[in-house]
C-alpha cells in the first residue's frame, strides 16, 4: 500500500510538471490513465481524470492518430475487469469518467471514432452491474453534451451536434433502444437503481430519436407495471411524462395520449379523486405527467387549428375537456409541490379557451372552479411565519406567483367572472371580519389588490357618471368603511395599506375619507404600530399614498406634518434598535418635503417649516464633524460615517418635491437648501472615511444642480477639487456622472475651471483603469469595463455640450493622449455600446473642427488614424451584426465618414485616403 501511494504521488508530480510545460502530452496522459488504474486514492484517481479532461477538452482534436487511439483504449479500459470492482460505490469517478468518454464521443465520433457507440455496447457483454451503470451515464453524459438545451451552442457546435445524432439515427439508435430494454428486464428485479438510470436515459433520449422506438407494447407495458413498484414508480412517471412531451404529429400524439390516459384510468392511477398516497414526491411526479398530458393536448389543437384542420381540432379540443377532471383533482391538491406542477396546463387550457369565438356553459363552469381553486390555495397556511422567512416561506411564495400568473390569464379571458367572484369574495369576509381566520381576509384582498394589476384603472374604475356604482368604488367604499385597519395580523394590515395606494384614484371622487385613512397611516395603525415590518412597510406606502393625493392635502398639510416631526427628529446613529430605518426615514422625509411644498401657506411659512424640518440633520452634521478626528475606535468611526452619509440623505430626499430651480424658488425652499450647501460641503474636509462621506455629497450635489441652478456654480471648484482628491476606481465612476451632469446643466460655463482641471480628471481615470487585475476576477474585469465607459461618457459630454475648449484649449500632446485613447476605445473596447459612444465623439469632433484650423494637426490625424479606424473595425471578426448595439456602432462609424465627406472632402483628400489611409 505504500508502495502504490508513493508512486501515486510520484505521478501526480510528474503529471503536473507536464502540463505546466505543455510537452510529452502523451505520455502525461498514459501517466493519468495508469494511475486511475492502480491508485486506490480517490483525491489522486479525480486529479488524474481532470488531467484527462484537460487533455480532452484543449489539445485532443488535434492530436495525431495515435495518440487517439492510445487514448480510445484508455477510456475502454476502464471498462474492464479489474478496474471497475473498485467503482462500486465512486459515483464522483463514474460520472467524471462517463464526462470523458461523452467528451471524447463529441471530438472524435463519428470521424475517428465510428465505433463509440459499438465499442460500449460490446463492454455490456460481460454483464457486470459497475459496466452497465458506467454505460448509462456515459450516455446520459453524450446527452449533456449534445442534445440539453439548456446550454448555448455556437452555430458550429450545433452543427456538430445534428451530425452525431444523424449518425447515430442511421447506425445505432435501434442497438442502443434495444440495449435499454435488456437492461430494465434483467435488472428489474434486483437492482431498482440501474432500472431507474436506465428510464432516465429513455426519457433523455425519446425526444430526439424515433419514437415508435419507445412507444410501442414491449416499452409501454415495462413502463405501466413499473408505475405499480414503488422504487420504480417516479421514475416511470417521468420517462412517460418525456414520451407524451415529445414532438410529433398532432393526430399520433392525440392517438398516444389517449391510449396512455385509458391505461392508467384503467390501472387505477389516474383519479379524479384525492389520492391517500402518502408519497408526496410520486403524488408531484404524477402530477406532472398529467401536465404534460394536458399541455400535449393543448400544443395538438393548437396545430390543428393553426393548419386549419377543424375537424381534428374539434376532437382534441374534446379530448382536452375530457381531462379536466384531472386538473382540477390535482391543481387542488393539498401539496404545493402537486398543485404547481399542473399549472402550465391551466394556463395553456385558458390559452384555448382564448381562441375559442364563444365559451360553452360547462367551459364557463370550468373557468369559474379554475378561479375558485386558486383563491383557496392562494391563502397562507396557519404556519406561515411572516417574522423568519425560511425555505418553506420561500417556496411558497414563488408558488403564490405562479398562481397569479394562472390569475391574471382567466382575468385577462373573463374579466366580469372574476370581478363578480372577487366583489362577492371582499364583501362576504368583511362582513364577518371579526369571526373569519386572518389567511380569509389576506386573500380577499390580495385578489383585490391583483385584480387592479390585470385590469389597470384607464380613468374609468372611480370616474365618469356611473362611477359610484361600479364594483370598484362599491368595493372601496367596503374597504374604507370597514374596520379593516384594525386588524390585529400584520398580513392584512399591510395589504389594507396596500390597497389605498393602489386604488388612490378614489379618493379623487371621495377625498371625504383621506383623513380617515391618513389616520390610520399615522397612528399605532400604521408608522406607529409595535412591529417593525408594518411600520417599514408604511412609512414607504404613505409616501406612495401623498404623491397622488397632495391636492387634497393643502389645509391638513402642516397638520399631518406635524403629526410625524417627532418621527423625523430621532435620528438615530445606527438601525439597531431605531423605531424607523434609516431607509423608513428616507421615505418620509420625502414625504415631509411633498407636505411643506403643498401647504396652502406663504412662501416665507414653507421657508420656515422646510428649515425646521432639515436643520435637526444639519445641526448633527456640525456636531458629527469633529468626532470623526477625535475619536480612536475603528468600529465607531464607522458608524459616525455611515451617520453622517444618512444624514446627508434624509437633507437630499427632501428636495426630490423639486422638479427645477424655478418650482424650487416659488415654493420658498431655496434659501434653506443654499445655506445648507456649506454646511454638507463640510463632510469633504473629514480626512477619513471619505468613501462614504464623498458619497452623500455628491448625492446632494445631484439634487443641487436641479434646484439651485447658478448659487451652485461659486461651490463647484472647491467640490470638485475635493472630490478628485486620492480618488479611487469607484470613487470616479460615481464621480463622472455628477461632473456630465454639471457640463449638462452649465455648458460653457463650466469650461474655465474644467480646463484647469482636465487633464487631471483624465489621468485620475486613465490611472485607475490601468491598474493590473486578475484576468480571471469577473469583477474586477467588469468593473475596469464601467470605469472605461465612464470616460468615454465624460468626454462626450464636452463634444455635445459646447465645451469643446476644454479639450482643444490643452498641449498637443495632451490633445493627442485623448485622442488616442478615444480611437483605442472605439477599436478594441469589448462592448459595441461603448464603442458607438467613441465614434460618436470623433463624429462630433470632426464636425467642429474639421473645417477650421483651430485645432493644429487634427485632420492628418484624421486620415491617419481616425478614418482607418472606421474600416478596421467592422471587418473584425467579433464585430457581429446580428447584435443590436453593434449595428448601432456601425451606423455611427458611418456618421463619421459622412460626416467627413460633407465637412472636408476635396480631391485631395481622397487621393489621401486612397495612398494612407484606408487599410490595403
Known amino acids: 500500500?505504500?508502495?502504490?501511494?508513493?508512486?501515486?504521488?510520484?505521478?501526480?508530480?510528474?503529471?503536473?510538471?507536464?502540463?505546466?510545460?505543455?510537452?510529452?502530452?502523451?505520455?502525461?496522459?498514459?501517466?493519468?490513465?495508469?494511475?486511475?488504474?492502480?491508485?486506490?486514492?480517490?483525491?489522486?484517481?479525480?486529479?488524474?481524470?481532470?488531467?484527462?479532461?484537460?487533455?480532452?477538452?484543449?489539445?485532443?482534436?488535434?492530436?495525431?492518430?495515435?495518440?487517439?487511439?492510445?487514448?480510445?483504449?484508455?477510456?475502454?479500459?476502464?471498462?474492464?475487469?479489474?478496474?471497475?470492482?473498485?467503482?462500486?460505490?465512486?459515483?464522483?469517478?463514474?460520472n467524471k469518467m462517463a464526462q470523458l468518454f461523452a467528451m471524447a464521443c463529441v471530438v472524435d465520433y463519428p470521424s475517428r471514432w465510428v465505433s463509440f457507440f459499438s465499442d460500449l455496447l460490446s463492454c455490456l457483454s460481460t454483464g457486470h452491474?459497475?459496466?452497465?451503470?458506467?454505460?448509462?451515464?456515459?450516455?446520459?453524459?453524450?446527452?449533456?453534451?449534445?442534445?440539453?438545451?439548456?446550454?448555448v451552442h455556437t452555430p458550429e457546435e450545433n452543427q456538430r451536434n445534428t451530425l452525431i445524432k444523424d449518425t447515430m439515427r442511421d447506425h445505432c439508435v435501434f442497438s442502443l433502444v434495444e440495449s435499454w430494454y435488456q437492461i430494465m428486464v434483467t435488472f428489474e428485479q434486483y437492482d431498482h437503481e440501474i432500472t431507474c438510470l436506465v428510464m432516465k436515459v429513455v426519457g433523455a433520449y425519446v425526444s430526439w430519436i424515433d419514437i415508435t422506438y419507445i412507444a410501442n407494447d414491449k416499452f409501454s407495458s415495462l413502463l405501466l407495471r413499473y408505475l405499480q413498484v414503488e422504487q420504480l414508480q417516479e421514475s416511470s412517471c417521468e420517462c412517460l411524462t418525456e414520451i407524451v412531451s415529445k414532438g410529433m404529429d398532432p393526430m399520433n400524439k392525440l392517438q398516444l395520449v389517449e391510449s396512455l390516459t385509458t391505461t392508467l384510468k384503467e390501472m387505477g392511477i389516474l383519479t379524479t379523486s384525492a389520492s391517500n398516497d402518502d408519497d408526496a414526491d410520486y403524488q408531484a411526479?404524477?402530477?406532472?405527467?398529467?401536465?404534460?398530458?394536458?399541455?400535449?393536448?393543448?400544443?395538438?389543437?393548437?396545430?390543428?387549428?393553426?393548419?386549419?384542420?377543424?375537424?381534428?381540432?374539434?376532437i382534441a379540443l374534446q379530448a382536452l375537456e375530457n381531462k379536466m377532471p384531472y386538473l382540477v383533482r390535482y391543481l387542488n391538491d393539498e401539496d404545493d409541490d402537486v398543485s404547481l406542477a399542473v399549472i402550465p396546463f391551466a394556463i395553456g387550457y385558458i390559452g384555448v379557451l382564448k381562441s375559442l369565438d364563444s365559451m360553452s356553459k360547462s367551459q364557463d363552469e370550468m373557468l369559474k372552479q379554475l378561479l375558485l381553486i386558486n383563491i383557496n390555495k392562494m391563502k397562507y397556511d396557519e404556519g406561515y411565519s411572516f417574522l423568519t422567512e425560511g425555505e418553506d416561506e420561500v417556496m411558497f411564495?414563488?408558488?403564490?406567483?405562479?398562481?397569479?400568473?394562472?390569475?391574471?390569464?382567466?382575468?385577462?379571458?373573463?374579466?366580469?367572472?372574476?370581478?363578480?367572484?372577487?366583489?362577492?369574495?371582499?364583501?362576504?369576509?368583511?362582513?364577518?371580519?371579526?369571526?373569519?381566520?386572518?389567511?380569509?381576509?389576506?386573500?380577499?384582498?390580495?385578489?383585490?389588490?391583483?385584480?387592479?394589476?390585470?385590469?389597470?384603472?384607464?380613468?374609468?374604475?372611480?370616474?365618469?357618471?356611473?362611477?359610484?356604482?361600479?364594483?370598484?368604488?362599491?368595493?372601496?367604499?367596503?374597504?374604507?368603511?370597514?374596520?379593516?385597519?384594525?386588524?390585529?395580523?400584520?398580513?392584512?394590515?399591510?395589504?389594507?395599506?396596500?390597497?389605498?395606494?393602489?386604488?388612490?384614484?378614489?379618493?379623487?371622487?371621495?377625498?371625504?375619507?383621506?383623513?380617515?385613512?391618513?389616520?390610520?397611516?399615522?397612528?399605532?395603525?400604521?408608522?406607529?404600530?409595535h412591529h417593525s415590518m408594518v411600520r417599514s412597510r408604511v412609512s414607504y406606502l404613505f409616501l406612495r399614498f401623498i404623491k397622488p393625493v397632495k391636492n387634497q392635502l393643502s389645509g391638513i398639510a402642516e397638520q399631518v406634518l406635524k403629526r410625524i416631526e417627532d418621527l423625523l427628529f430621532m435620528l438615530p446613529e445606527s438601525d439597531q434598535g431605531a423605531y424607523l430605518?434609516?431607509?423608513?426615514?428616507?421615505?418620509?422625509?420625502?414625504?415631509?418635503?411633498?407636505?411643506?411644498?403643498?401647504?396652502?401657506?406663504?412662501?416665507?411659512?414653507?421657508?420656515?417649516?422646510?428649515?425646521?424640518?432639515?436643520?435637526?440633520?444639519?445641526?448633527?452634521?456640525?456636531?458629527?464633524?469633529?468626532?470623526?478626528?477625535?475619536?480612536?475606535?475603528?468600529?465607531?468611526?464607522?458608524?459616525?460615517?455611515?451617520?453622517?452619509?444618512?444624514?446627508?440623505?434624509?437633507?437630499?430626499?427632501?428636495?426630490?418635491?423639486?422638479?427645477?430651480?424655478?418650482?424650487?424658488?416659488?415654493?420658498?425652499?431655496?434659501q434653506c437648501f443654499a445655506e445648507a450647501l456649506p454646511v454638507i460641503l463640510k463632510g469633504l474636509e473629514v480626512p477619513i472615511h471619505k468613501e462614504t462621506l464623498h458619497s452623500g455629497v455628491r448625492q446632494y450635489l445631484h439634487r443641487m444642480i436641479i434646484c439651485l441652478g447658478d448659487e451652485l456654480l461659486n461651490y463647484v471648484p472647491m467640490a470638485i477639487t475635493l472630490l478628485l482628491k486620492d480618488c479611487q476606481s469607484q470613487n470616479i465612476q460615481e464621480f463622472i456622472p455628477l461632473i456630465n451632469q454639471l457640463i449638462t446643466k452649465y455648458k460653457h460655463r463650466m469650461s474655465p475651471f474644467l480646463q484647469e482641471v482636465f487633464m487631471s480628471i483624465i489621468h485620475t481615470i486613465l490611472k485607475c483603469s490601468s491598474e493590473p487585475y486578475d484576468p480571471r476576477d469577473e469583477e474586477a474585469a467588469r468593473d475596469k469595463q464601467n470605469l472605461?465607459?465612464?470616460?468615454?461618457?465624460?468626454?462626450?459630454?464636452?463634444?455635445?455640450?459646447?465645451?469643446l475648449e476644454v479639450i482643444s484649449s490643452q498641449g498637443s500632446s495632451q490633445l493627442n493622449e485623448v485622442l488616442d485613447s478615444i480611437v483605442q476605445g472605439a477599436m478594441e473596447f469589448p462592448d459595441p455600446s461603448g464603442q458607438k459612444i467613441c465614434f460618436g465623439i470623433l463624429k462630433k469632433l470632426i464636425e467642429c473642427w474639421g473645417q477650421s484650423q483651430s485645432v493644429a494637426g487634427f485632420m492628418d490625424y484624421v486620415y491617419k488614424t481616425i478614418i482607418p479606424s472606421c474600416f478596421i473595425v467592422p471587418m473584425n471578426s467579433s464585430f457581429d451584426l446580428n447584435d443590436g448595439h453593434t449595428f448601432l456602432a456601425l451606423g455611427e462609424i458611418a456618421g463619421v465618414l459622412k460626416t467627413l465627406y460633407q465637412k472636408r472632402v476635396s480631391k485631395r483628400d481622397i487621393d489621401i485616403m486612397h495612398t494612407s489611409a484606408l487599410p490595403h
Open 1 to 94: 500500500a505504500c508502495v502504490r501511494t508513493c508512486v501515486c504521488v510520484c505521478v501526480r508530480a510528474y503529471v503536473c510538471v507536464c502540463v505546466r510545460a505543455c510537452v510529452r502530452v502523451c505520455a502525461c496522459v498514459c501517466a493519468c490513465g495508469c494511475t486511475i488504474m492502480v491508485c486506490s486514492d480517490e483525491p489522486v484517481r479525480f486529479f488524474c481524470l481532470q488531467v484527462v479532461e484537460h487533455h480532452i477538452r484543449e489539445r485532443h482534436s488535434a492530436a495525431d492518430d495515435e495518440t487517439s487511439m492510445k487514448l480510445r483504449k484508455l477510456l475502454l479500459s476502464w471498462l474492464q475487469e479489474p478496474f471497475i470492482s473498485g467503482l462500486a460505490d465512486k459515483n464522483f469517478v463514474k
Open 129 to 151: 452491474l459497475v459496466v452497465v451503470d458506467l454505460y448509462l451515464r456515459i450516455l446520459l453524459a453524450v446527452d449533456v453534451e449534445v442534445v440539453d438545451r439548456d446550454i
Open 285 to 314: 411526479k404524477l402530477s406532472k405527467l398529467v401536465n404534460g398530458i394536458g399541455m400535449a393536448l393543448v400544443i395538438s389543437y393548437n396545430k390543428l387549428l393553426k393548419g386549419d384542420n377543424k375537424e381534428h381540432a374539434l
Open 397 to 529: 411564495m414563488e408558488y403564490r406567483r405562479e398562481l397569479k400568473v394562472l390569475f391574471d390569464n382567466i382575468t385577462q379571458l373573463h374579466s366580469q367572472l372574476v370581478l363578480d367572484t372577487v366583489n362577492q369574495l371582499l364583501v362576504t369576509m368583511l362582513n364577518n371580519l371579526d369571526t373569519e381566520g386572518f389567511m380569509n381576509v389576506e386573500v380577499a384582498l390580495r385578489f383585490f389588490y391583483m385584480l387592479g394589476e390585470v385590469l389597470p384603472d384607464k380613468g374609468c374604475h372611480f370616474s365618469g357618471p356611473a362611477a359610484s356604482s361600479s364594483p370598484w368604488h362599491l368595493m372601496m367604499d367596503v374597504v374604507v368603511n370597514s374596520r379593516l385597519s384594525y386588524h390585529p395580523h400584520i398580513a392584512v394590515k399591510i395589504q389594507y395599506f396596500e390597497l389605498l395606494v393602489r386604488y388612490e384614484r378614489y379618493f379623487a371622487a371621495k377625498p371625504e375619507h383621506i383623513s380617515t385613512v391618513l389616520e390610520a397611516f399615522l397612528d399605532e395603525r400604521g408608522i406607529r404600530n
Open 581 to 670: 430605518s434609516s431607509n423608513d426615514l428616507l421615505f418620509m422625509y420625502e414625504a415631509a418635503g411633498i407636505l411643506v411644498v403643498t401647504s396652502n401657506t406663504s412662501s416665507e411659512r414653507r421657508c420656515l417649516l422646510m428649515n425646521q424640518l432639515i436643520r435637526p440633520a444639519l445641526d448633527k452634521l456640525i456636531y458629527y464633524y469633529p468626532k470623526m478626528s477625535e475619536v480612536g475606535d475603528a468600529t465607531k468611526l464607522e458608524g459616525y460615517a455611515m451617520f453622517l452619509y444618512q444624514l446627508m440623505s434624509y437633507i437630499s430626499r427632501t428636495t426630490k418635491v423639486f422638479p427645477n430651480q424655478q418650482i424650487t424658488r416659488q415654493s420658498g425652499c431655496l
Open 788 to 803: 472605461q465607459k465612464c470616460y468615454y461618457h465624460f468626454i462626450s459630454s464636452l463634444v455635445n455640450n459646447n465645451a
